[in-house]
């Protein structure tokens, strides 16, 4: 193995070189013991997925810490093939087969599990220079077991516990990928439970199961049997639930399904792909959702974001205003000195942003079943008091919370300075 790359954070790639340090490439158990290394040390530094890509000259192996790809070691091509089939073994999956790709998850492999009993899935892709591995790395699920440990905005916390108390409508969580939409929806599932103990029946379908919730009912879909989100909705309607959580909805028919469901009296908790809440309301009405059904059955919707959080080893100059990044009082970071525990990228954890809509405004309402677009619902929320992502994230650099580079990064300009 070659030394780490030297334009990555030197904590980081000197943690992992000292960690392989310990291993003997003479050792016949190297590759198992190397690939189980690199799964340790990358969840002691929080990492969430590991990327093992194959290029002309060898593989790199990069973490995802925090939302950001960071390039952590580089193998020679015949070590990377090998570590590569290691994660496929460890996943179950055809060594032989190259060719397509594949998903699994990760199981112990001998006597003991690397992955230490946590949740761990492999996915693998046909490259130009051979097979690339992603294997993601599922968060500690005992850290966000409530509502109040995802630390949402106190109004909007408030507002989604009333919600849920509700025996009918849609709850939207939305957000791209990576933003915390399921593990939030998970946290609403748990509180659902809190309350009402075993007198609601609770039932998810999902795409798939990341965590096992105890007093649910959970199914997976089976595209080998075609079977999937719009037709298990279809058929837990039918198990007379008083709780759905859907994973997600990915088109017309899901949405169809889950918008029908509230109307028949469930409560339906899922999450949608959308940019902000205004947006999500208008992409529901463009996959054929009637306005009036948004109306009369959206309950609450959530729009959120991970924002990296600023380390003790860094602090925020000035507040955040709308003026040249390069100037001294635009919230650019000045870093003091470099330490471990961010692995020198200055940036320890992160926080949720949200916004929240209701549709309960009556302008709000008619704006909807005119077909509004989305500029135009969000100046009616706006009115209406909700306070938008870009202005929370200049909250939070004005506290010294996070810095400007990494609003930028999560919301872009456009969304911050339009606020």
Same mark, same amino acid.
């Given at each position: 193995? !070659? ?47 590991? #990327? ?28 990377? /093939? ?26 112990? &492999?001998?006597?003991?599990?690397? &992955? ?47 919600? +849920?108390?509700?025996?009918?409508? &849609? ?48 199914? /997976? $879909?089976? !595209? ?21 959580? $859907? ?9 169809? /399904? ?9 409560? &339906? ?32 919707? $959530? ?14 100059? =000035? ?26 990228? #200055? ?8 916004? #929240? ?19 135009? +619902? ?5 009115? =209406? ?25 999560? +919301?872009?300009?456009?969304?911050? #300075?339009?606020?």
């Amino acid at each position: 193995m !070659s030394s780490p790359v030297t334009s990555v954070p030197r904590p980081l790639a000197a943690s992992f070189s000292e960690a392989v340090r310990q291993l003997s490439e003479t050792d016949g158990d190297y590759v198992p013991q190397l690939v189980a290394t690199a799964l340790q040390e990358a969840r002691r530094h929080r990492a969430s997925d590991i #990327h093992l890509t194959p290029a002309a000259d060898g593989l790199v192996m990069q973490w995802r810490i925090d939302g950001v790809l960071q390039t952590v070691a580089r193998f020679d091509r015949e070590l990377g /093939q090998r570590l590569v089939a290691r994660t496929k073994v460890m996943a179950g999956l055809l060594t032989y087969r190259n060719d397509q790709p594949q998903e699994g998850r990760m199981t112990a &492999v001998g006597e003991e599990s690397p &992955v230490g009993g946590a949740e761990t899935r492999v996915a693998t892709f046909p490259t130009l220079y051979g097979e690339r591995s992603a294997i993601r790395l599922f968060a500690d699920t005992s850290q966000f077991q409530t509502l109040a440990d995802i630390r949402l905005p106190d109004e909007i916390e408030q507002h989604l516990r009333h919600a +849920l108390e509700q025996t009918a409508g &849609v709850i939207l969580l939305t957000g791209p990928s990576g933003s915390g939409k399921t593990t939030t929806v998970y946290s609403c599932l748990r509180e659902i439970l809190a309350m009402a103990g075993d007198s609601r029946c609770v039932m998810t379908i999902e795409d798939p199961i990341e965590q096992a919730l105890d007093g649910t009912t959970q199914s /997976q $879909v089976r !595209s080998s049997v075609d079977f999937n989100l719009g037709d298990g909705l279809r058929a837990v309607m039918r198990q007379d639930p008083d709780v759905i959580m $859907v994973g997600e909805i990915r088109d017309a028919e899901t949405a169809e /399904q889950v918008f029908r469901a509230a109307l028949t009296g469930h409560l &339906v908790l899922t999450t949608f792909h959308a940019g902000s809440c205004a947006e999500a309301v208008v992409r529901l009405i463009e996959l054929g959702i009637d306005p009036w059904l948004i109306r009369s059955t959206l309950r609450s919707v $959530v729009c959120q974001r991970l924002m990296r959080e600023s380390c003790s080893c860094s602090k925020l100059s =000035g507040e955040f205003e709308n003026q040249n990044e390069t100037s001294d009082n635009t919230g650019t970071r000045i870093v003091q000195s470099c330490c471990e525990d961010c692995s020198g990228t #200055h940036y320890l954890g992160r926080f949720v942003l949200a916004e #929240h809509l209701t549709p309960d405004n009556p302008s709000l309402s008619a704006a909807v079943l005119d077909r509004a677009d989305t500029s135009t +619902l969000e100046s009616i929320a706006k009115e =209406g008091g909700m306070t938008k992502l870009g202005d929370r994230s200049k909250e939070a650099v004005a506290a010294g919370r996070t810095t400007m580079e990494e609003v930028y990064r999560v +919301l872009g300009r456009t969304a911050v #300075h339009s606020n």
